[in-house]
């Protein structure tokens, strides 16, 4: 087992940066900013006498001119192309880096996030030059490539993030080892961590025995206890955890000696299986035996604004929260109609280090260093000519410009508006009912959400990352105490923003301009067609007309909650997690592109 690759000349490693493909990385991430920053209302582009846009930097020395199209929900659709960059009168190269010292005031950027921030920007730079450098595939290639090489073939990331990869803590050799879109094999290290210290809980009907037997089989299992006698060790005293190998590497053997020293952690070496990083980073498909489930590591990386570990108290009440929601989509007629699944978190592990606990409060990234989580996977769920994508794929463009989305609905051979409607009933009434029934929010984001395709069209969906990702808002709300902690106390004018912050403006805005790029379906008519599936939804659900009269989704306007403001403001932890609806940031309104349909 070794750290990085060995034995490849060391320019391999950076080959993919190239003054070409840094070029194209920096004006594909201009033009991003300019998008979003726009949206967000930090910054004001100006209308030119050509029909261009234009906007200046903080000293005014710097005018950056484009062309651009204006969308439902305050959408900036940039050409990348027509973006150029002027000071004192003449063209200059567009560099992202200066574009964030150039707007640094409008953008809000203190004197200790600028520097880390554009290490964020630099690590997606990289990563754009890498997606660049890779094989072309086209979308209309792409649908038939398989539900792996879709979740590694994503070249943008979060839509609405424009340091979205910024995966601090990285090197180039475990960004080549592990990052998504570098479809490297891995195999996860395995610790062997006593029982003094760590926890198993499990699902019903699943138990720590059968579950690893069913993971590692019983030729590995040996070999791990083995391992262990050979130091006098009882493996019985101790639970196996899956380890991400940077976190290993990086984290654990030197920031937990301590524990390892002590025979409290006891490293037993590589797993036989091959996983794939998935677009989470942190979260791996067993590629081996694609029916066992994912597995879920903690990761001391920061990304997008939080470091991603996973905490070991969090993990206890995982199972039994994933176990509660399955039960109640399988007991609701609604849900169950529209085909609605979850891969649940089966079983989670999770090891205190007691006095990193002592010097720290329980939102520490010192507490959430070793933990994992194990998820079903969504092979096994599949029918006859059924296959899997992740919905984040609905937003991504070929290096030709073609939408995947548009290449999926050309597929199917539907109209695209019966696709949409197909989607919808999948993806958003689900969302809708979930809210209106049981005051119950998802973080329903592309990376959350699995497709079920048949010929293209969608069949059904498959939501996932439940456990710390779902929260009922009712205050009067009976759940069960191990489930207890998914309660949230968010204020009433914030509630609907859970659908038409997180879905509307934060994807089918996206998804839109896409589509209606591509030619497929014009933009009126694909929020005809969403109000249409809305108005569906609540027809057939009179009981709750109440609550549609109380959160209106076709009100005529909605709050603008910025992401990249968050970012902009704290990128080591975007939001406080102990009141997460506080820390919104909350800018002016958004006109509802549903209001009047």
């Known amino acids: 087992m070794t750290p990085y690759p060995t034995g490849a000349p060391l320019p391999d490693a950076v080959a993919h940066l190239t003054p070409e493909h840094w070029a194209a990385a ?52 940039v050409d990348a192309e027509s973006v150029t960059r002027h ?38 730079l990289s990563g754009t030059c890498y997606k660049l450098a890779k094989p072309r595939i086209t979308s209309a290639e792409l649908v038939d490539a398989g539900f792996q090489a879709i979740e590694t073939g994503m070249t943008e990331g979060h839509p609405c993030f424009v340091a979205n990869n910024g995966r601090l803590g990285f090197g180039v050799h ?25 926890a198993f809980t499990a699902g019903a009907g699943l138990d720590y025995e059968s579950l690893l037997r069913s993971e590692l ?48 952690l006891v490293c037993l070496g590589e797993g036989d299986d091959e996983y794939l990083a998935q677009q989470s980073i942190r979260t791996f498909f067993n590629r081996s035996a694609p029916e066992k489930h994912y ?33 109640l989509i399988d007991s609701d007629p609604v849900l169950k ?84 409607r197909r ?20 973080m329903p984001h592309g990376e959350n959400v699995i497709l079920v395709l048949k010929d293209g069209a969608v069949q059904r969906a498959v939501f996932k990352d439940i456990a710390e990702e779902i929260a009922v808002m009712d205050p009067q709300a009976v759940l069960p105490p191990a489930v207890e902690r998914i309660r949230v106390e968010v204020p009433e004018d914030m509630k609907l923003l859970s659908v038409l912050t997180d879905v509307f403006d934060c994807f089918f805005r996206f998804l839109a301009a896409n589509l209606a790029t591509a030619g497929v379906i014009g933009e009126e008519d694909f929020w005809r067609t969403v109000a249409e599936r809305v108005r569906a939804y ?36 975007m939001v406080d997690l102990a009141d997460p609806s506080g820390a919104l940031q909350l800018v002016g309104t958004l006109r509802n592109p549903l209001a009047g349909l």
């Open 26 to 77: 920096n004006r594909l991430l201009v033009r991003k900013a300019l998008a979003e920053f726009a949206h967000e209302r930090l910054i004001t582009p100006e209308p030119q006498d050509d029909g261009r846009y234009a906007v200046r930097s903080d000293d005014g020395a710097v005018e950056y001119r484009f062309a651009a199209r204006r969308r439902a929900l305050d959408h900036w659709e």
């Open 87 to 124: 000071r004192n009168g003449s063209e200059a190269p567009l560099r992202a880096l200066e574009f964030f010292i150039e707007f640094r005031q409008a953008l809000g950027l203190s004197d200790a996030i600028l520097p880390v921030y554009l290490e964020e920007i630099s690590s997606t």
């Open 174 to 198: 475990e960004y080549l080892a592990f990052a998504p879109e570098t479809a490297s094999p891995v195999r996860l290290v395995w610790l062997a961590a006593h029982r003094s210290r760590a």
């Open 217 to 264: 089989g019983e030729e590995t299992l040996a070999r791990f206890s083995k391992t262990l006698r050979a130091q006098d060790l009882d493996p019985d005293d101790y639970l196996l955890i899956p380890v991400h190998p940077w976190q290993w590497w990086n984290k654990l053997a030197v920031t937990f000696a301590a524990e390892v020293a002590q025979k409290h």
């Open 295 to 327: 597995v879920k590591t903690a990761l001391s990386v920061v990304n997008m604004g939080f470091m991603r570990g996973l905490s070991a108290a969090y993990m206890e009440a995982t199972p039994a929260i994933n176990d509660w929601l399955a039960q």
């Open 337 to 420: 109609a529209t085909g609605l699944s979850v891969i649940r978190e089966r079983a989670a592990v999770g090891y205190r280090h007691l006095e990193y606990e002592r010097a720290t409060d329980r939102y520490s990234p010192y507490r959430k260093m070793l933990a994992a989580l194990w998820r079903e996977s969504p092979v096994p769920s599949l029918r006859e000519g059924e296959s899997l994508a992740t919905m984040a794929s609905l937003l991504h463009v070929d290096h030709e410009g073609g939408s995947f989305a548009a290449a999926l609905v050309e597929r199917s051979g539907l109209a695209p508006a019966e696709w949409l």
């Open 423 to 442: 989607y919808l009933d999948a993806y958003l009434t689900p969302l809708l009912h979930s809210f209106y029934a049981y005051d119950l929010v998802f």
């Open 538 to 573: 609540q027809e057939a659900t009179p009981e709750l007309a109440d609550k549609f009269r109380q959160y209106d989704l076709f009100a005529p306007e909605f709050a603008l909650s910025c992401l990249n403001r968050l970012q902009l403001r704290n990128n080591q932890q």
